[in-house]
Structures are given as structure tokens and as C-alpha cells.
């Protein structure tokens, strides 16, 4: 059996391990560790033990059966599973507290060239990705330091004779820098052959189309993202286009003109069979009044789902005899809490309860629901899709109802006035002249695989994308209740921040709309589109050194699959002028700029 084993632990990562791998050219399969025996995981060539939320102290943890640890195989851990492997073998994991805790960017020296690091040199430093609140503390006799961080001396271990490696960062990440080779070398070590690669994909793909949907149909629904766009490809390849019913729902949360960008782009390609619904009073209607992040996604997904049913009815579609299609891809499964362990970051619109429910009655197809971003893009190169709509930014399926944040009262901790002068004690420390604001309202993140709902902060004064790369991920790092830093292009000082009562209004839509296009157009501009992955425009409900004002935060990010991302340094005398320009709204009072990585924000705001 040439394939590696990997015992899922709910990481938001996990199957970036197994693309990983496979991209690596071995096959490799996630299992989910309480149903794996080491009776099962005999024949594999070797064992990846996946990151989780959980902490392997508690009562009830998720855990593997001992006996792998007796199969003679190789077997490599990271973070919870590097946790797993010292706790089972006779190490310590306890708590991080302060910098025991680490998120975002990190960098480990290598202590030991062997094992996974035969190819690295003894001293050598490089960078990592760090994603974890507890840490090990003690080692399990046998195992020996194989590279440290500042904060961790136990980065990467290992126990040289039996081929067990414990990561605490995770080398399947982009921003691990040389995570494939960390990866190779666990690789040559299980002796697995090379003989898996991505070009059968679509094939096999479109035979289990075929097989899923057998004699009925596909009522899909269509947003003019690359995801949709590609699964709708996909579906009519494999069934015909009779057989395919586009549905394109008009949210009143679209972008400034991206109706009609959307229609047109999918007629150029052919997509005859496309219906538009303008639905935006509902939606309006149904979200009036609400503030909290997750009921607003809960609310829109059931509309969409209720749009379908009504539409379908309309077109005297039998539910026996048709699919909802979706274009849903693993981040979102992953971020709403969708495998076995993993924790919900935030629910996407396509895994709400109803459409949760249908697909245990085995009526959704998502052909690309094991795939991240650029393996979508890379599946509608194939398909002969072309650029513009390959390349085309990523746009939730919410739309600008979750760049909207809305609030009818401050929000702020118990302990905000202390919580701010440590900020501001922690910069002056660092040796930074920034000052630090903290916002009375909250944002979504993701640290140590669990959500968070906590507190942005804005820094202002002279600095420059180094400092602030630093000091980012340092403060969230330190600061419980902070999972998301900003700064302040444009007023130069922040002051004030002030709640301006708002919620989802078509007036607060237009203001957004106007900020975004005027974003969008900028960054092609200058030339950057392409070199960044996403730029969400969000507007806050808050008055900066006034009142009655509201704020747009500009969030370009740099990713590869979504999962990981790091903000976009764009030349910073250009950010400033397009904040001027943004400004000239007289109902705006600032233009800041989100700086956190992701973890521990995520690259959406809700």
C-alpha cells in the first residue's frame, strides 16, 4: 500500500497536509484517529498526525490508538500532534501563557541536520508558521531538540531511532518557508514512491458526478466566482448542459456593477441556461436589525436555500428528480466546523443547517468540496476557463453583508481602559512610537484552530511595513482579547474611536460599494491584482476623532489556498493617496489598514 495515513484531529490544515503530499507525488488519505486501529494503519508506509483545537491534557481529548507507536513506521506529529505524541510517550504539554502561546509568523534555528532537517545546515535559521495556545514543556525519553524558536525550544523534536518527529509549527503552510522540504525528507524516510500526481483529477471527478447524480438533475447556483463558475463547468461536462440549470441570485449585496459583470462574463462562456433573481428586499427584509456576525450568515444561507426552492418550484422542478449544485470548496466545510474535530471559525452560507440537512439526504453535489483555491483555479486552467474568470478575486457568497459590521452600542472588554495603557506600555517597550487604540466593536479570527471574537486595535504614527509585520502578530500574540491589528493610514493620529449605530441598510451598502470600487479600480492601477490574492474593503460603524461618521478598512492579502495569509505590503505612499480619494466621502472619517496574517484573523472580517 503506497499512501501515507493522516489521522485528522480537526486542524483548519489537515487536508492542506494531504495536498501537500500528494502535490509531492504520494497518495495520501485522511482518516479520523477513533475509528483508526494501528491494525488499519499496518500496510501505510507512514503516519502524519494533524493539528486540532483540542488540548491533549483534557478529559475526553481526541487521541490515537498506542499501538501505532509499535507498527515500526514513521510517523510525524504537528502541533496538536506533536502535543499527542509527547503526551502519549511520557512527555509534558501544559498551557501556553504569554509567549508560550504563538500565532502568525515565527523563526526556528536548526539544531540538529537530521531526520527532517538532512538537508538543512546546523545553525541555520528559517521561517515557520505557528498556529498553537499550548506547548510542550518536556521531551519523552528518546526524542532530542531538532530546531528552537525565541519562544519555544521545542519547535521541531524527534526521536532519531524510530523515526518519530514532532512539529509544533506546521511545514504544510505556505509561509513555512521550506515546509516541502521538512515534508520530503519525512517522505524519503517512509520509502513511499512517487507515483501520484493531479492530472486525473477531472476524470475522476467527473465520473463520480455521473455516479452521485444518476438519473436526475442539477439545480445549481451560480455567483460568478471562480468556485461556482468552475463547479458549474464541471457538472455540465459530465451531465450536458440540459441537464444543468443555472441559478444567479442577485443579493443586493453585490459589488458596484457586478451583476452585470457576472452575467456577462458567463455568457461569454457560453452558459446559456442562467437565470437572474433580483432578491434583495428579502434579503434586506430578512437581515433588518441584526448585528451578530454568525446569525446574519445563518439568515442569509436559509434565503438563498428558500430562493431555490421557490425558483425551482416556479420551473415546476420535482425535488425527487433534481440536486441543489453548489460550489463549495474545503475551506469552507473546514472553517463551519465540518470535519469530525474541527472547531466552526464561522458558517459559511452554503453549510447552514438546511443545507447541511440536505446533504445527509444525499440531494447536493460539490464536485469541488475537497479542493482549496488554487487547485480550483488549476482544475479551470484544465477546463479551458480563462483568465479573468481563473484569476478573479474571491468574493463570499454573503457578499458585502459580512464586510459590513454592525453594531447599535459599543462593545468593549470589562478591564479596555487597563487592556489600552498595557497595549501602549508593550509599545513603548518594543521601542515603537506607535500609539494604540483599541475599537469598541469585535471581529471574527481563528488561533490555535478555535474561533475567536475579539477586539481589533489601531495603531497610528510614522512606521513601515517591517515594523509593523513585527509588531502585529507580537501584540496578538500577547494580548488575549486582541486578534486583529490595524493601522492608521489616513486620519495620522487615532484619538477616538466612537460607535455609530448601523446595521445592514441600503444606504450603508451604497456608501461600501462607492469605498470598493474606488479600492478595486486603485489596486489595478497600480499594477497589483495580481499580486494580491484578495482585497476585501470593510466598513466599520465607527467615527474616528469625531462622531457620527463611520471607517473603511482596506485588507489586501497575500495567500495561496486560503487557509494561511499574509497582509499585502503595498507601497504605502500609493495607500495613502487612495485613502484621500476614499475620504472625499463626507460620511467617512478614516481609511485604515488591516496588517494581521491569518491565523489569527481571518481574511474576512465576519
Known amino acids: 500500500m503506497n499512501k501515507i495515513a493522516i489521522l485528522d484531529f480537526g486542524s483548519q490544515y489537515t487536508h492542506l497536509i494531504a495536498t501537500r503530499i500528494r502535490r509531492l507525488g504520494i497518495y495520501s488519505e485522511i482518516l479520523h484517529p477513533a475509528d483508526t486501529t494501528a491494525e488499519t494503519l499496518?500496510?501505510?508506509k507512514g503516519i502524519i498526525l494533524s493539528g486540532g483545537p483540542s488540548s491533549v491534557y483534557e478529559a475526553g481529548s481526541p487521541t490515537v490508538d498506542p499501538a501505532i507507536f509499535n507498527l515500526g513506521?514513521?510517523?510525524l506529529g504537528t502541533c496538536y500532534g506533536h502535543q499527542l505524541i509527547t503526551h502519549l510517550l511520557g512527555g509534558t504539554v501544559e498551557p501556553g501563557t504569554g509567549v508560550g502561546a504563538e500565532f502568525g509568523k515565527a523563526e526556528i534555528t536548526i539544531a540538529k541536520s537530521e531526520g527532517i532537517f538532512s538537508n538543512f545546515q546546523p545553525n541555520e535559521k528559517t521561517q515557520v508558521w505557528m498556529s498553537h495556545g499550548d506547548r510542550v514543556t518536556k521531551l519523552p525519553e528518546g526524542f532530542e531538540i531538532l530546531a528552537s524558536s525565541t519562544d519555544d525550544?521545542?519547535?521541531?523534536?524527534?526521536?532519531?531511532?524510530r523515526n518519530f518527529f514532532g512539529l509544533q509549527f506546521h511545514s504544510e503552510v505556505a509561509h513555512t518557508t521550506k515546509g516541502n522540504e521538512i515534508l520530503s525528507n519525512f517522505l524519503k524516510l517512509t520509502g513511499a514512491e512517487h507515483d501520484w500526481d493531479l492530472s486525473g483529477f477531472i476524470e475522476r471527478s467527473l465520473e463520480q458526478i455521473r455516479e452521485q447524480v444518476g438519473e436526475r438533475n442539477v439545480f445549481m447556483m451560480i455567483s460568478g466566482g471562480v468556485d461556482s463558475t468552475v463547479a458549474y463547468v464541471m457538472l455540465v461536462k459530465a451531465l450536458g448542459e440540459d441537464r444543468v440549470h443555472g441559478l444567479f441570485v442577485d443579493t443586493g449585496f453585490m459589488r458596484d456593477g457586478e451583476r452585470h459583470e457576472v452575467e456577462s462574463a458567463l455568457h461569454a462562456e457560453g452558459i446559456t441556461k442562467l437565470q437572474t433573481v433580483d432578491a434583495s428586499p428579502e434579503f434586506f427584509t430578512a437581515l433588518e436589525g441584526v448585528t451578530e456576525p454568525e446569525k446574519k450568515r445563518e439568515i442569509i444561507g436559509r434565503v438563498f436555500l428558500e430562493i431555490q426552492a421557490r425558483e425551482s418550484k416556479?420551473?415546476?422542478l420535482n425535488p425527487e428528480h433534481w440536486m441543489l449544485g453548489q460550489g463549495t470548496i474545503y475551506p469552507d466545510t473546514i472553517e463551519s466546523g465540518g470535519t469530525k474535530n474541527s472547531a466552526k471559525i464561522k458558517t459559511h452560507h452554503n453549510r447552514v443547517p438546511e443545507i447541511e440537512a440536505l446533504i445527509k439526504e444525499g440531494r447536493v453535489i460539490e464536485p469541488l468540496k475537497d479542493l482549496y483555491k488554487d487547485e480550483v483555479r488549476e482544475v479551470g486552467k484544465k477546463l479551458g476557463l480563462p483568465n479573468n474568470l481563473v484569476w478573479r478575486h474571491p468574493f463570499p457568497g454573503p457578499g458585502l453583508a459580512v464586510r459590513i459590521l454592525c453594531a447599535t452600542q459599543p462593545d468593549l472588554p470589562e478591564n479596555a481602559e487597563a487592556l489600552a495603557a498595557e497595549l501602549n506600555a508593550f509599545l513603548s517597550d518594543k521601542k515603537s512610537s506607535l500609539t494604540?487604540?483599541?475599537l469598541p466593536i469585535k471581529s471574527v479570527g481563528v488561533q490555535g484552530?478555535?474561533?475567536?471574537?475579539?477586539?481589533?486595535v489601531v495603531l497610528s504614527g510614522d512606521t513601515d511595513w517591517d515594523e509593523l509585520a513585527a509588531l502585529s502578530p507580537a501584540l496578538t500574540n500577547r494580548f488575549h482579547d486582541v486578534n486583529r491589528v490595524l493601522y492608521s493610514i489616513a486620519p495620522a493620529t487615532t484619538t477616538s474611536a466612537t460607535i455609530t449605530p448601523g446595521t445592514l441598510t441600503a444606504e450603508r451598502v451604497q456608501r461600501l460599494q462607492k469605498a470598493d470600487k474606488l479600492a478595486m479600480l486603485?489596486?489595478?492601477?497600480?499594477n497589483e491584482h495580481l499580486n494580491v490574492w484578495q482585497m476585501p474593503t470593510v466598513l466599520l460603524p465607527l467615527s474616528i476623532n469625531t462622531e457620527g461618521k463611520?471607517?473603511?478598512?482596506?485588507?489586501?492579502?497575500?495567500?495561496?489556498?486560503?487557509?494561511?495569509?499574509h497582509f499585502a505590503e503595498l507601497p504605502l505612499a500609493k495607500v495613502r493617496q487612495i485613502a484621500a480619494t476614499i475620504l472625499e466621502d463626507s460620511s467617512l472619517s478614516a481609511v485604515l489598514y488591516d496588517v494581521t496574517n491569518k491565523p489569527p484573523a481571518t481574511i474576512e472580517w465576519e
Open 522 to 526: 486603485w489596486l489595478r492601477e497600480i
Open 449 to 456: 484552530d478555535f474561533r475567536t471574537y475579539r477586539h481589533p
Open 550 to 565: 463611520e471607517a473603511i478598512v482596506l485588507r489586501p492579502i497575500v495567500s495561496e489556498e486560503a487557509m494561511t495569509a
Open 436 to 438: 494604540a487604540t483599541l
Open 314 to 316: 416556479a420551473l415546476g
Open 73 to 75: 513506521l514513521p510517523i
Open 42 to 44: 499496518k500496510d501505510y
Open 153 to 161: 525550544p521545542y519547535s521541531a523534536v524527534g526521536d532519531l531511532k
